[in-house]
């Protein structure tokens, strides 16, 4: 199996691939053709950087073509993919880094302080080589040939947040590609010939599966907006472009419903969304004002997508839909979504680092998420069975931000949990004990907040800062987080 090969090199090089918008430059077409072309040239060049089979690339690009290319090429010749956000900091980076020991790294321009900064950390190990892009030299190389993979060679890297500790990495094998011709079918919709609009960040979960891999495996096309989020742009280029399949962040449908003026979609054929629940006005909003029923799905960075409401099918305001045709989904006793792995074409092959004779689909995935299911298998998330914060369908650690706040020389303690916000579901709110000398004030919860967004990602930052005279804690020394949600 490839997907280089058997995708990209498969299709009719006349069809449209791409439709890049870029932040710099005008729009351009991208068709198969080129694509399959330019991958080939991409893998050339990873191989004569010294990139082997198994080999770990790690991209810092936006939403444009370079990052779609080294994806496919790291496809082609079986090198491991580690796309990351932009948004990660210095310290984020220089954990991935430590983590996976990328050979190469394919970087934007734009990103080259945070990514010399990252390295400058680790500066005694391993150091990888870097391209830079936007550089034609990219794909100068001879193409490179496909290699013959199996389904559990490696793929791609995604790293998730855990309840404590680090971040994890995510490692899918090549079957987590053509796997995801399930969702792409039965969730997303997508048509052969339409214009496919996932509008998540190279380096989520979200958009290595949905930006280009699930439009391509129906014989669609892939927008890249290479943007920040704007409302009324979002609106515009649904419109300018003749988008036929809508994939949001709950968040992102809430903001444009409450920020814009949502008017009928001709174009528009499908609207989805993942990552959180989608509350009833939102729905409402949008269902109103274009006619058209945004469908819910539900997945984890380590099983992809389980659950979605079929194109067609009936579609229950609140619910997540029911489990994906052939996956084997229950409800525990405690009301836990619980997966059995053999049933799941995109589940991971294991987290990197983690003890080798682990395997994670040995035993039925206990998610960590509580639903309520009815009598007709439709599934309704209610809730963390841990401290995972979901805000804006970002996952966010508690112990990352906790870190970060510790390390201000006016903050003796801190503790984070999620606070209920109508725009992003929930937010994160840091409950901060001062050192002596720094008496709590708006302008010190301010600099708090800035220090945060400052050591890592800006979405982790605490939008709301309370502050206490000492941390609920049990006898053991945990903090009690649910006293401090109870107080929010």
Not at 231 to 242: K, N, T
Not at 336 to 364: C, H, K, N, S
Request: charge should be negative.
């Amino acid at each position: 199996m490839n997907f280089a090969r058997d995708v990209v090199d498969a299709a009719d090089p006349g069809d449209l691939a791409l439709v890049e918008l870029p932040h710099d430059g005008p729009r351009r077409a991208w068709r198969f053709g080129e694509v399959a072309d330019r991958a080939a040239r991409v893998a050339g060049t990873l191989l004569a950087e010294g990139v082997t089979r198994g080999d770990v690339v790690m991209t810092l690009i936006g939403n444009r073509p370079e990052w779609v290319l080294t994806m496919v090429a790291c496809f082609r010749i079986g090198a491991v993919v580690l796309p990351c956000t932009e948004q990660l900091r210095a310290t984020d980076l220089r954990l991935r880094l430590d983590a996976t020991q990328p050979r190469l790294v394919v970087c934007d321009e734009r990103n080259r302080d945070v990514l010399d900064a990252a390295l400058a950390l680790g500066a005694d190990g391993p150091r990888p080589g870097v391209r830079w892009v936007p550089d034609p030299a990219l794909w100068a190389a001879d193409p490179a040939p496909a290699a013959e993979l199996g389904p559990r060679d490696g793929c791609l890297v995604t790293f998730t947040s855990g309840t404590s500790g680090e971040p994890k990495a995510v490692l899918h094998g090549q079957r987590y590609l053509a796997g995801q011709r399930l969702q792409a079918e039965h969730w997303l919709g997508a048509r052969p010939g339409e214009l496919v609009w996932c509008t998540a960040a190279s380096g989520w979960s979200t958009s290595a599966r949905n930006v280009f891999i699930a439009p391509w495996l129906c014989g669609a096309a892939a927008l890249l907006h290479d943007a920040r989020f704007d409302p009324h742009e979002r609106l515009s280029v649904l419109a300018e472009e003749g988008v036929a399949v809508l994939c949001m962040a709950p968040t992102e449908y809430r903001v444009i419903a409450a920020r814009a003026t949502l008017a009928p979609l001709p174009g528009v054929r499908e609207l989805v969304a993942a990552g959180e629940a989608l509350d009833a006005g939102a729905l409402r909003a949008w269902r109103d004002a274009t006619g058209l029923a945004i469908r819910d799905g539900y997945g984890q960075t380590e099983t992809g997508a389980l659950t979605g409401a079929p194109p067609g099918g009936e579609i229950r305001p609140g619910s997540m839909g029911r489990a994906l045709p052939g996956v084997a989904l229950h409800v525990s006793e405690d009301g836990e979504l619980v997966v059995e792995p053999a049933t799941v074409p995109t589940f991971f092959l294991g987290y990197l680092g983690a003890d080798p004779g682990e395997d994670p689909a040995a035993r039925p995935w206990r998610t960590g998420d509580r639903v309520d299911r009815d009598e007709d298998g439709f599934l309704v998330f209610r809730g963390r069975t841990d401290d995972l914060i979901i805000s804006s369908g970002y996952r966010i650690g508690p112990a990352e931000v906790e870190a970060a706040l510790r390390a201000h020389p006016a903050v003796g303690d801190a503790a984070v949990v999620a606070a209920p916000d109508p725009e992003r579901g929930s937010v994160v709110r840091a409950v901060v004990v001062v050192r002596e000398g720094h008496p709590p004030s708006d302008a010190l919860a301010r600099e708090l907040q800035e220090h945060v967004k400052a050591r890592t990602a800006p979405y982790k930052y605490p939008r709301v800062v309370d502050f206490a005279d000492a941390l609920p804690r049990t006898t053991s020394g945990k903090v009690r987080r649910a006293a401090l949600r109870g107080e929010g």
